[in-house]
């Protein structure tokens, strides 16, 4: 696992994901003063959710409106039946530290 | 109290049919769950997800698709999945007839055998002329595609303008036959059916609208599509778009109200019959949210039909009254519908312009019916959220003039 730097606090919108391009891409969400980190593209069809509607520590994919926590990453609602990856979030000041698994060239 | 079916038996193993068996399990229903497939060309009677077929699947360089159920989700969920079809129906003994004459023995049934494509009357099938619902289909589709060929699609709904598109990204020549005055209208209005008719038309698609089908020619394949306005257009492939309607043909006879669809109740129960259940294209019910009775041929439906369903066979109780979606990708971009698009319904554009990306919205009798969004995945979302919360019209264009938080458009990248 490494620790990467995701992105700085202010770069979190209130009501929607900053997206980190990393491979596979990676989405960090503010849920009130807690930060999450999560597989950023909708394990049912291809979309970021970064742009997906945020609601508590749900979000929703706009396409077609699968749901997962983001706290555990685990489908709310279908069509989606895959979970979410979710990444340790660590906060350092104004900067957010994301731990991602090495990458791995066998996959 | 919540009742026990000893066995829930679920016709048809396609979007709904799959999504009902999942969401069972995911209400922690125990008893046993019999899944009847007889999906045509699938090996074990499947289906695949549909939308893609008239999408990527055809133009994809190396397209693939694979059932809604694998081997290993079908083992984890417990799920027996017999071939069908079902041809009868013995709401007195509670079975289920096979083909074969086998019996299945429920104890509640869940209807889910979706629709079927419509065809052209007096029309005989023949070589050549295509109809696309399966997998099947649309692997023949493609491959009559091929660079320079002629095609016709009879229908500029969703599926036929799709269809057109990625014909025409295959190199085909390509015509569009309708009888309404735009492509799409059904799905979102003349004014909007108007503007995607002019691109289209802009785009290279040779469109034909307000008019009918005469007839095919040739005789073992067909060469030429006649039009009633006397014009004859030759045709290496013909792709009918015609609409679907429900495959209720096996249950005929059976005693349930059969009137396009199986007719439903509000928590989607079969009117007439005990511990009967309808989900996704084939159900008919009696929709709360206007009063009305609806069938919907989309996926977003079936998906939620087979919720509500799940939650009424293990002790819930629940109505069917979500707010409608649909999506479809047209010229390359993404169209999105929610609530509904009335012919009387007036219709305002409320962000970009319909020769870009778009948000518009409509209503009438003093409410927001509804929201389409071209390209605006997250523009439109704030309206959705408006027509959840039954807004009036007059608040909903307050709001788009001014008051209302609006997304800004991000750079499109693509779908
Ligand atoms: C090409 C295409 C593109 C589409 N694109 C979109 C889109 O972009 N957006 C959208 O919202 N929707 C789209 N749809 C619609 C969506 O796919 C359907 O609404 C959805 O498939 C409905 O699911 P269903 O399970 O109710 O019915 P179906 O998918 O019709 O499945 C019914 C199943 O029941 C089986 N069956 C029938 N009779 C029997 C019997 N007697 N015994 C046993 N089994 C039987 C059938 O073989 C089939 O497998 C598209 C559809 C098509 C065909």
């Known amino acids: 696992m490494t620790w990467i730097h995701a992105c700085t606090v202010q770069q979190v919108p209130e009501d929607e994901g900053f997206r980190v391009p990393t491979t596979p891409p990676i989405a960090v969400f503010r849920v009130a003063d807690e930060f999450f980190a999560v597989g950023d593209t909708c394990t049912h069809d291809e979309f970021s959710l970064a742009e997906g509607y945020l609601d508590g520590d749900v979000v929703e994919c706009p396409l077609h409106m699968a749901r997962f926590c983001l706290r555990t990453g685990k489908v709310l609602a279908p069509p989606a039946i895959i979970p979410l990856e979710t990444y340790p979030v660590r906060r350092d000041g104004d900067d957010l530290f994301v731990d991602v698994p090495e990458r791995t060239d066998d996959r | ?415």
Request: with cysteine; charged share 20%; hydrophobic share 40%.
């Open chain 2, 1 to 415: 109290m919540p009742e026990n079916h000893a066995r829930v038996v679920v016709v048809g193993a396609s979007l709904a049919g799959v999504h009902t068996v999942r969401a069972l399990r995911a209400r922690e229903y125990a008893g046993e769950i019999v899944l009847v497939g007889a999906e045509p060309g699938a090996p074990n009677g499947v289906a695949v997800d549909r939308p893609a077929l008239s999408k990527g699947y055809l133009t994809d360089p190396d397209p693939s698709a694979a059932p809604l159920l694998s081997p290993t989700e079908l083992a984890d969920l417990d799920v027996r999945l017999v071939r069908g079809p079902a041809v009868d129906l013995d709401l007195g003994t509670r079975h289920v007839v096979l083909h074969e004459g086998r019996l299945v023995e429920f104890s509640a049934l869940v209807v889910a055998t979706g629709s079927t494509p419509r065809t052209l009357p007096g029309v005989e099938p023949r070589q050549g002329v295509h109809t696309l619902r399966t997998l099947a289909d649309a692997t023949d589709i493609r491959a009559a595609c091929t660079p320079g060929s002629r095609v016709v699609v009879i229908g500029g709904g969703f599926i036929g303008a799709e269809t057109a598109w990625s014909a025409r990204a295959l190199g085909c020549t390509v015509t569009v036959v309708e009888m309404l005055p735009t492509m799409m209208q059904r799905g979102v209005g003349p004014v909007l059916g108007e503007a995607f008719t002019r691109r289209y038309a802009a785009a290279g698609i040779d469109l034909r609208m307000g008019t009918g089908v005469a007839g095919i020619e040739g005789s073992d394949r067909a060469e030429a599509v006649r039009l009633t306005d006397g014009s004859r257009l030759a045709a290496d492939v013909v792709v009918l778009g015609l609409g679907t309607r429900p495959e209720t043909s096996w249950l005929n006879g059976a005693g349930l109200d059969l009137r396009d669809g199986v007719v439903c109740d509000e928590r989607l129960a079969a009117r007439g019959a005990r511990d009967v259940f309808a989900v996704g294209d084939v159900v008919r019910w009696r929709n709360p949210r206007y009063g009305e009775d609806t069938r919907v041929e989309h996926f977003t439906n079936a998906v939620e039909t087979a919720g509500v369903v799940a939650t009424n066979l293990t002790g819930g109780d629940q109505w069917h009254d979500a707010l409608p979606y649909v999506w479809s990708d047209q010229l390359d971009s993404r169209l999105q519908v929610f609530g509904r698009i009335r012919p009387q319904d007036e219709l305002h554009v409320v962000q970009g312009d319909l020769d870009g990306s778009f948000v518009a919205i409509s209503g009438g009798d003093g409410a927001l019916q509804g929201a389409v969004g071209f390209g605006a995945v997250r523009q439109l979302m704030p309206y959705r959220r408006l027509l959840a919360s039954g807004a009036s019209w007059d608040e909903a264009r307050a709001l788009a003039d001014g008051g209302l938080k609006l997304p800004r458009f991000r750079s499109q990248v693509g779908l």
